[in-house]
Nanobody, 122 residues
Framework: QVQVAESGGGLVQAGGSLRLSCVAS??????MGWFRQAPGKVQEFVSS????????YYSESLKGRFTISRDIAKNTVYLQMNSLKSEDTAIYYC?????????????????WGQGTQVTVSS
């Protein structure tokens, strides 16, 4: 069973940037995704990427500000977040799946991290 762990969250001023990392251990991933949950709101999809070449996906509302990437050698996926807004404040979760298939919704992923807090001050 692959395990994933996020890091890189923190407090940043509006307009600033953060890069989140997600390391997979105990195996290799087929795809990884980022989700977030703001206080009082449901969890939402942010972005996802496949280990091998293939499409990356973004929430339409975040496209252009967030960029997902991967380092296969490090078994790691990154989420670069730029031009951060107060509404980006949330707990960000990384998730992984190890078998081929869809990687767009939370039910597509079987391994989840504990989450990392991102707080954007206005």
């Amino acid at each position: 069973q692959v395990q994933v762990a996020e890091s890189g969250g923190g407090l940043v001023q509006a307009g600033g940037s953060l890069r989140l990392s997600c390391v997979a251990s105990g195996g290799t991933f087929y795809a990884m995704g980022w989700f977030r949950q703001a206080p009082g709101k449901v969890q939402e999809f942010v972005s996802s990427i496949r280990r091998s070449s293939g499409p990356t996906y973004y929430s339409e509302s975040l496209k252009g500000r967030f960029t997902i990437s991967r380092d296969i050698a490090k078994n790691t996926v990154y989420l670069q977040m730029n031009s951060l807004k107060s509404e980006d404040t949330a707990i960000y979760y990384c998730a992984a799946r190890t078998t081929p298939g869809s990687y767009l919704s939370r039910t597509d992923f079987s391994s989840w991290g504990q989450g990392t807090q991102v707080t954007v001050s206005s």
